[in-house]
């Protein structure tokens, strides 16, 4: 499958330029590299053009390029297996005026001529199709578009004579206004390598372009660290219970805090007692959501401070955001209704930005289905265990079948794949390779139906106890972090 000029990302900024005194350069990055010279304008494009091509097998993917000459301007996407294309090559406007026989006779009178009208342009197939080069040399016949034929274009034959022009008021250049004029440069700009042997280079003092795969992690850095306006709101949801949903919680709310700053809460939304506050860490008090629910009134008070809303949630020193626990009552004889779920929703998201909910394990709970008629964005965790698979499935079925908003969140719901612990612990080169085998199926399974797969390399940070973002593995932290950038894009 081929890619299209508008999946061609814009970095590094390329720039070929030809000039008419015989010269030639690339600017990559901002980097001037001298092009070898040539006999013709034509000849300095191939060998500006044979430049680019080495730097789109640098980088294993095709670029894209701004290209300046005598003869016009445009674009072009090269392609390391020395295709090109042709995106926009707009000529320059000939100054030259037609003559007709009777300016010809008159040459030594006055100073003005009559002028025919230009004739409109014509597109050519180089213009709207990939032209294919060879490997050596490189075809620049994209660079610019093959000349329309003369036949090609209707001329009058008799063109009808237009008002007379002042040569000296037609030379005049046309003036701008300045509010079409800037000298702020729009291009965004390329930070150089950091990660592997391009970093290493950069720090030594030869600065080097990022790879493909740092320049994907910068994207989902970039998705994660966006503000939206309004608050929003994320639900974990599967009705099997070790499904991996509250160290999602967990992840989702580390790194959302981190790299957006935004105020997040993680809120453990189980109809009677959940586990969020025994993996995270806790506060000097032991107040639930039930004591916000009870003190509502004054926290929706337009004379209360933002500060004390910290009363009631636990604060997370290292990953930045504040955990709301579940009743935890040892009688553990009240459930939440679905009007505390939206009195407690009220509060917070009048002090958060970002309200990440965990859930119990029953979908026909009142509390559970309030949850979704708040939520933003579905997130639905499973491990790489054929029951916790199905117990998702069904808990997209039966959110779909309800229609409207509910079907709306399941097929723009984001699914995360975790690799079961059980193997791991065995460290059985065969046990391995089958739950990366399991989870791939279960994976590719979901894909579908959904609008993101992900999947989670295993990871004992995970296991048991506290959770910390800073304990996992580089890795699990990469997988996470593209985990976090797919949920932010349904923001």
Do not use: C
Request: hydrophobic content about 40%.
């Amino acid at each position: 499958m081929g890619t299209t000029p508008t999946e061609v990302v814009a970095f590094p900024n390329i720039r070929a330029i030809v000039g008419d005194n015989g010269t030639a350069e690339v600017i990559v990055a901002g980097n001037s590299r001298v092009v070898p010279a040539g006999d013709s304008v034509q000849e300095l494009r191939s060998n500006a053009l044979a430049l680019i091509v080495g730097e789109a097998q640098t980088l294993q993917r095709p670029v894209r390029v701004r290209i300046e000459d005598p003869e016009g301007h445009g674009e072009l996407i090269v392609h390391p297996d020395n295709r090109i294309e042709s995106v926009s090559y707009e000529p320059r406007q000939s100054r030259r005026r037609a003559e007709t026989p009777e300016t010809t006779a008159k040459a030594v009178a006055p100073a003005t001529i009559e002028t025919v009208p230009a004739p409109e342009r014509v597109a050519t197939p180089a213009e709207s199709a990939p032209v294919s080069a060879p490997a050596a040399p490189v075809d620049a016949r994209p660079w610019p578009p093959a000349p329309v034929a003369a036949d090609a274009v209707p001329v009058p034959a008799t063109p009808e004579p237009q008002p007379a022009a002042d040569v000296t008021e037609e030379a005049a250049p046309t003036r701008r206004g300045l509010k079409e004029t800037s000298f702020l440069v729009s291009a965004p700009v390329l930070e150089p390598a950091t990660q592997g042997w391009r970093g290493t280079l950069t720090r030594l003092g030869l600065r080097m372009d990022p790879s493909e795969e740092e320049l994907t992690e910068r994207e989902d850095i970039r998705t994660v660290s966006q503000h939206w306006p309004g608050p929003r709101t994320i639900a974990v949801v599967n009705r099997k219970g070790g499904a991996n949903k509250t160290p999602t919680v967990v992840m989702l709310s580390a790194i959302l805090a981190r790299y957006s700053g935004a105020a997040t809460v993680a809120w453990d939304n189980n109809e009677s007692q959940g586990t969020l506050g025994w993996r995270t860490e806790k506060g000097s008090h032991d107040r639930s959501v039930l004591d916000l629910i009870d003190a509502s009134t004054e926290l929706l008070s337009p004379s209360t401070n933002a500060a004390e809303i910290a009363k009631f949630v636990h604060h997370q020193t290292a990953d930045k955001f504040d955990v709301l626990r579940s009743d935890e009552n040892e009688e553990g004889d009240h459930e939440v209704t679905a009007e505390e779920v939206d009195i407690a929703h009220q509060v917070l998201t009048r002090y958060y930005r970002l309200v990440v909910m965990d859930s119990g394990n029953t979908a026909r709970a009142a509390n559970w289905r309030r949850m979704i008629d708040h939520t933003n964005q579905l997130v639905v965790p499973v491990t790489a265990i054929e029951d916790r698979a199905e117990a998702a499935r069904l808990t997209l079925q039966t959110l779909e079948s309800r229609g409207g908003h509910d079907a709306e969140l399941a097929r723009n719901a984001v699914v995360i794949v975790s690799e079961s612990t059980d193997a791991k612990r065995s460290m059985s080169g065969e046990a391995l390779k089958r739950a990366k085998d399991e989870a791939r199926r279960i994976a590719d399974g979901f894909a579908p139906f959904v609008r993101t797969v992900v999947r989670i390399p295993y990871d004992p940070a995970l296991v048991n106890g506290p959770i910390r973002y800073e304990a996992l593995q580089p890795a699990t932290k990469r997988a996470w972090l593209a985990a976090a950038a797919a949920v932010a894009a349904g923001f």
